[in-house]
């Protein structure tokens, strides 16, 4: 840890080391290796694991009709969150810095004060030097607009300052998703209304530069045919970027995918055969995690979707791309990598920095939720296979919502919501390129804990995971960190 993560997260180097313990589950604690292991840190010569501070039940933050909890860490370690509170006037975003920090309560501001609109579809990114982003919808009447908050690397919030100030165009947008590269290049990307459709919109911008935003809304980086849906970003080390999503040419709904090499200007536009799914039956439309892409340091690339399997289910798809090379894409649906019969759902990739590739997501092959891994090794060969996965919940509990993380040190996170004694309760694996470690329970009694998301921060491997825990509409936010 150096003294400026300390400083700007607030954890002070005592507080540090009275949260680092040497845990039961393996992991090579108490080593005198020269190099620490993954979820490791050295305290003086010896490596140790690196506990969980967890939250009690008294630790919730606001308390109200709270939905799309969103967190991130910034490459100096500083937690953020963001969600969107349903009130009589319309939904308004909240942002909270510097949550799970012990003994400390978050900074909270709402950056959609004094705007109208009723607020949604919030997304949420940070930066290497602690610059961090929120952006999100806004219903107006029949349209929607898209509104974004920028936090400098100094930690100032620069937030819309009228109606005026947003970054789509008339008359609809919707489903913003930013990233930052671990260079500190930041995407955001959403749906945007053109006379054709919807089309996926890209804006950049790179560090201390400007926005890069589109110069009508014609200008998107999808086919101009009927409507895309779920945008998704991601990044490698060395700044290649890539955008998955799914859109009908008039058939099915298809996958689809868009690069830009490390020192292009944009992305390319997909033609007519560049669709990566096969056209006999639809991607599966669930509104979460579907389809992903994923990028190795290498330049390797994956894009995962669930697509329906005809007879009521739905199947596990990869598409996958090396290095210069042309995309493999699957031919027909006997090309799942997931076992027929089952409903598979939230399919999530990532690589590590060894270059192994972990698939996680959720399905009813047992006649229950269960959340399961699939892994393939640097090598390409799978050591878990997707027709027998890994199972990492608790077998014999119903459980959901899987979010994975990577950590540029080797750290892999998986967390997902499990029914205990009837409450819906939040767990987590942690493990690296070659195996998972011990289920852990990160929230505390009381209401449902219910669909968590992960992030690993870009420098060092700071890990938050948040989510929505209560009633109905009377929910608090809750946070678990790995300093």
């Not at 937690?79 to 920090?101: D, K, Y």
């Not at 400007?210 to 895309?228: D, E, K, N, Y």
Request: hydrophobic share 40%; charged share 20%.
């Amino acid at each position: 840890m150096t003294d400026t993560w300390a400083r700007r997260s607030g954890l002070g180097a005592g507080s540090w080391l009275s949260v680092l313990a040497v845990a039961a589950s393996g992991c090579g604690e108490g080593s005198a290796n020269a190099a620490c292991g993954a979820w490791q840190a050295r305290q003086a010569d010896v490596c140790v694991a690196r506990r969980w501070v967890l939250p009690d039940s008294g630790d919730g933050v606001y308390a109200g009709d709270l939905r799309h909890v969103r967190v991130a860490v910034s490459g100096f370690g500083q937690t953020v969150a963001a969600w969107v509170v349903s009130e009589p006037s319309g939904g308004r975003v909240e942002v909270a810095e510097n949550p799970g920090l012990p003994g400390r309560p978050p900074t909270l501001h709402s950056p959609s004060e004094g705007l109208i609109g009723n607020a949604t579809q919030v997304t949420l990114a940070a930066g290497p030097s602690g610059e961090a982003i929120v952006a999100w919808k806004a219903d107006v009447g029949d349209g929607a607009s898209l509104f974004r908050s920028e936090r400098d690397a100094d930690g100032r919030w620069r937030d819309p300052a009228s109606d005026a100030d947003t970054f789509s165009f008339a008359p609809t947008a919707y489903e913003p998703v930013a990233a930052y590269a671990p260079a500190g290049e930041l995407l955001l990307v959403w749906n945007q209304w053109t006379d054709t459709g919807y089309g996926v919109a890209v804006a950049s911008k790179r560090p201390g530069g400007h926005w890069a935003a589109p110069a009508g809304p014609g200008a998107v980086r999808s086919r101009r045919v009927f409507h895309s849906n779920a945008p998704t970003p991601a990044w490698n080390r060395r700044g290649d970027a890539i955008l998955a999503w799914y859109q009908s040419d008039g058939e099915a709904l298809l996958a689809w995918v868009s690069e830009r090499p490390v020192g292009a200007s944009e992305f390319a536009v997909p033609g007519p055969s560049d669709a990566l799914s096969p056209r006999e039956t639809a991607v599966d439309s669930h509104p979460f995690s579907n389809p992903r892409p994923a990028l190795s340091d290498d330049g390797d690339a994956v894009v995962v979707w669930t697509q329906e399997d005809g007879d009521g289910g739905a199947v596990v798809m990869l598409a996958t791309r090396a290095a210069g090379a042309p995309w493999v894409r699957p031919k027909s649906l006997a090309d799942a990598i997931s076992a027929p019969g089952a409903t598979a759902r939230c399919v999530q990739p990532a690589f590590t920095p060894s270059g192994a590739l972990i698939l996680v997501w959720y399905d009813d092959a047992v006649g229950m939720s269960r959340v399961v891994a699939a892994r393939r090794s640097p090598a390409g060969a799978w050591d878990v296979p997707g027709s027998s996965p890994e199972l990492l919940s608790t077998p014999g509990r119903e459980a959901v919502s899987p979010a994975l993380a990577v950590g540029l040190g080797g750290g892999v996170l998986v967390v997902w919501s499990e029914r205990v004694d009837g409450a819906w309760t939040v767990m987590a694996r942690r493990g690296d390129a070659r195996s998972w470690g011990r289920i852990e329970r990160l929230s505390p009694p009381g209401g449902d804990a219910v669909q968590p998301t992960v992030a690993i921060g870009s420098g060092r491997d700071v890990a938050i995971v948040g989510w929505r825990q209560g009633g109905a509409t009377d929910a608090s936010f809750f946070a678990a960190l790995v300093p």
